[in-house]
């Protein structure tokens, strides 16, 4: 098994333990969390934490490369096991806290940022890379970042796909806490987060994080044009031949040579 979940003092621990390939979000990894989060709703815990199992100071990758189709469709599709599980985690009832100690990559970011709250060490980065493999973001992680960050920061992230440091991400909101290194992230986590949590009602809570959802929600919609336009640009690069480089740079480790334009899009 990729996960394991332990269930102590009603909080759900949810692990990432496949760090030998650095906790990749493949479809089997996504599936595995998606069945864990379920699971710790069901049995009524009133919060759940998402850790890893840290390889050379890798929290997760994020998207598995080799899973990225390369036939012309969407790689960011509604039904991929990836955006499903960041679905599942922002509409869980109940919080969803990512602890994070290490770097993390990609679609990870996206996840760390689907959860209520992040606390993180101090030696932590984060890094969102579609630019780096010519992958097309789609709307719905847009706008996810745009909300979480401010447009700026999100710009800096997705144009740059260079890694912020965690003091950085605290300063723009990305994290809620930090801390000075591994064993005070765990009393952090336990005593900020966790004691209070126990403590709080989980009705109220729960009632709270379905209106922050809606609210969220309510505050995003696209007219149906502007929608289509999204599309039109996003097919525009997942259809063409940087997608393709993108990919085949990064399993043949070589640096890519994109060849596009941004006239392409005009």
């Known amino acids: 098994m990729l996960v394991t979940k332990e269930i102590k003092d009603r909080i759900a621990y949810i692990t990432m333990n496949n760090g030998k390939h650095y906790n990749c979000l493949s479809e089997e990894m996504c599936m595995e969390l998606i069945e864990a989060v379920k699971n710790s709703y ?120 260079t890694p912020i440091e965690a003091e950085d991400a605290l300063n723009v909101g990305l994290i809620n806490h930090v801390a000075e290194d591994s064993e005070a992230l765990e009393k952090l986590l336990e005593e900020h987060f966790l004691a209070p949590l126990r403590r709080n009602s989980i009705l109220s809570v729960s009632a709270i994080k379905r209106q922050f ?33 993108g990919i085949n740079s990064f399993l043949e480790k070589r640096p890519p040579h994109y060849k596009g334009k941004a006239s392409d899009l005009d």
Request: proline share 5%; hydrophobic share 40%; charged share 20%.
């Open 42 to 161: 069901a049995m009524e815990c009133v919060g759940i934490v998402i850790k890893a199992e840290v390889n050379r100071n890798v929290w997760s990758a994020g998207h598995d490369i080799k899973e990225l189709p390369v036939d012309g469709s969407d790689p960011l599709a509604f039904n991929v096991p990836m955006e499903e599980l960041l679905r599942v985690v922002q509409d869980v009832p109940i919080p969803v806290i990512a602890c994070v100690d290490g770097t993390v990559w990609g679609g990870a970011c996206d996840l760390c940022l689907s959860c209520d709250m992040i606390v993180s060490s101090k030696t932590s980065t984060f890094a969102i890379t579609p630019a780096k493999i010519g992958i097309p973001y789609n709307a719905s992680g847009l706008i996810h970042f745009i909300n979480q960050l401010g447009i700026n920061k999100a710009r800096e992230m997705f144009f740059l796909g």
């Open 213 to 245: 959802r809606i609210l969220s929600r309510a505050a995003t919609v696209i007219s149906a044009e502007n929608f289509e336009r999204i599309n039109y640009y996003r097919q525009k690069v997942y259809s063409g031949d940087d997608y393709k480089e």
